[in-house]
């Protein structure tokens, strides 16, 4: 077609490709002793506890047959 024009995506859509995936908050209770446990390893590996909480639940899919594919905030979105 000689004179169909493509559309230019808008600016709203241009600044929602380049979003960051939709973060999702999620909250447990441990014991004091399981919680002083896990500082102490987060301590001891030099990581954040958002990284020691993502590393356990890749396992726990892998355990479980699925892929690996939790993520966490970026860093400077944290």
Do not use: C, Y
């Not at 939709?22 to 002793?33: C, D, G, I, S, Y």
């Not at 001891?44 to 590393?55: C, D, I, P, R």
């Amino acid at each position: 077609m000689a004179g169909k024009q493509t559309a230019k995506p808008s600016a709203k859509s241009a600044l929602k490709a380049k979003a960051p995936p939709a973060v999702k908050f999620m909250q447990t209770r441990l014991t004091e002793p399981s919680w002083k446990e896990l500082q102490l390893l987060r301590l001891e590996v030099g990581e954040s506890m958002q990284t020691l909480v993502v590393q356990a639940l890749n396992d726990l899919l892998v355990k479980h047959g699925r892929k690996p594919v939790i993520a966490g905030p970026s860093e400077d979105e944290a």
